[in-house]
């Protein structure tokens, strides 16, 4: 049976007003973004909510609806609030929930008013104090972007609107700097959700602070990051551990890059070419392609899903190596991400770059469940 649609990203801009280092659509292979309108258009904003409707009556349960970039916000109050009213005009907030994923230095009272009256969460996109996200999080002439961020955050708390309104941060590891750190700023500027991500890289090209396949900076890292969950009387919630947590207990995650779920996963770029999930761009130019390259302005959603093609790009979220298949912890890890097992020799055969960092973390999750008397798959 074909897969749903479970998440369509949009690519509202296709450009971004900050210049991160670590950045897998501008600083990986991938070129295809310098092709791409700066923003998206009208014609394409028109054609692509008729597919998103239509897709909506011909499926039976409902789908997340991101908005992202480059910098989501560089499209504009106008054209946003033309795409968000658009959207809610046939898709209410519970089944087609709309979140915004934003570095937050464009956030102002007029674009917190649109989305509080159109239900878009705002998730912004901070790696922890000043030293962890000035490592990487620079804008295009080398300078801190800090304090921009924060500012944003600033006008998202200060809403009357906020409960709602700020859906959490966002942050990629910065291994260098300690766990209990970042989890305590990020707490301390009123985060009600954190969730982290793993620095792109592969096979061939280690993720920034990782020695050796076989070392654990991020595992060590995370298993300090789970302390201070846990230890925290008041803790705030972390998706990353709560997946793990909901998979050893043999539930399902929420999220691509853990178990062994498939997701539905599509990007609408700029022109409105329908795509595969953008990480993949960080293996190789043109990664993410359809070999039909469909648009939304000449092909129904549910063509794609049903295509041999799509099948193939779904089945790709589960490993198919041989390290995998046997591994004890294959049902919560899931192989990571496919980016992570990427190599040129080797294709996407092969398991994470992660995999010993994702070992850890799991066993020390599962310890703590069996040491808290919770019986585990
Ligand atoms: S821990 Fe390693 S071998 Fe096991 S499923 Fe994950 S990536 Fe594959």
């Keep these: 049976m074909a897969l749903q649609l479970d998440t369509a990203l ?10 991160c280092s670590y950045c897998y659509v501008y600083q990986g292979k991938d070129t295809s973004w310098r092709a791409q309108p700066k923003r998206m258009g009208l014609d ?15 499926q039976a349960a409902g789908f997340a609806i ?19 009213k658009k959207l809610r005009e046939k898709l209410d907030s519970q089944r087609y929930p709309i979140s915004l994923q934003t570095n937050g230095a464009l956030l102002n009272k007029e674009f917190l008013d649109l989305f509080s009256k159109e239900k878009v969460s705002v998730s912004v996109s901070i790696d ?14 080398g ?11 600033q006008a998202l708390r200060s809403h009357t609107d906020s ?7 966002l942050s990629v590891i910065q291994p260098s700097i300690p766990a209990k750190i970042t989890y305590d700023f990020l707490k301390s500027i009123g985060s009600p959700n954190m969730d982290f991500l793993m620095q792109d890289g592969n096979h061939d090209r280690l993720p920034q602070g990782k020695s050796s396949f076989k070392s654990t900076e991020y595992g060590d890292w995370l298993c300090e990051l789970f302390e201070c969950y846990t230890s925290d009387s008041s803790p705030v919630p972390i998706r990353f551990f709560d997946d793990i947590v909901r998979l050893i207990l043999g539930d399902s995650g929420t999220k691509e890059g853990q178990g062994t779920d498939p997701y539905g996963i599509l990007i609408f770029e700029t022109d409105g070419e329908i795509r595969k999930n953008d990480t993949l761009r960080s293996s190789f130019d043109g990664a993410d392609f359809f070999t039909s390259r469909w648009n939304v302005r000449d092909t129904k959603i549910s063509e794609v899903l049903s295509s041999k093609e799509f099948s193939e790009y779904a089945r790709m979220q589960i490993p198919i190596c041989e390290s995998c298949n046997s591994c004890e912890y294959l ?29 850890k973390i799991i066993r020390s999750v599962k310890e703590r469940l069996l040491l808290e008397g919770v019986e585990c798959t």
């Design 143 to 153: 300078k801190t972007t800090f304090s921009k961020t924060i500012k944003g955050i």
């Design 163 to 169: 409960e709602f309104l700020f859906a959490g941060t």
């Design 10 to 19: 949009i690519k509202t801009a296709s450009r971004c007003n900050y210049d």
């Design 331 to 359: 049902s919560v890890c899931g192989g990571g991400m496919p980016l992570y097992r990427w190599s040129e020799s080797n294709g996407y055969d092969s398991p994470s770059v992660y995999c010993h960092d994702h070992m």
């Design 44 to 58: 394409v904003i028109d054609s692509l909510v008729d597919r998103l409707i239509h897709q909506a009556n011909a």
């Design 66 to 84: 991101v908005l992202h970039g480059g910098e989501p916000l560089l499209l504009g109050l106008e054209n946003l609030t033309i795409l968000v």
């Design 128 to 141: 922890g104090d000043q030293g962890a996200n000035d490592i990487a999080r620079v804008d295009v002439n």
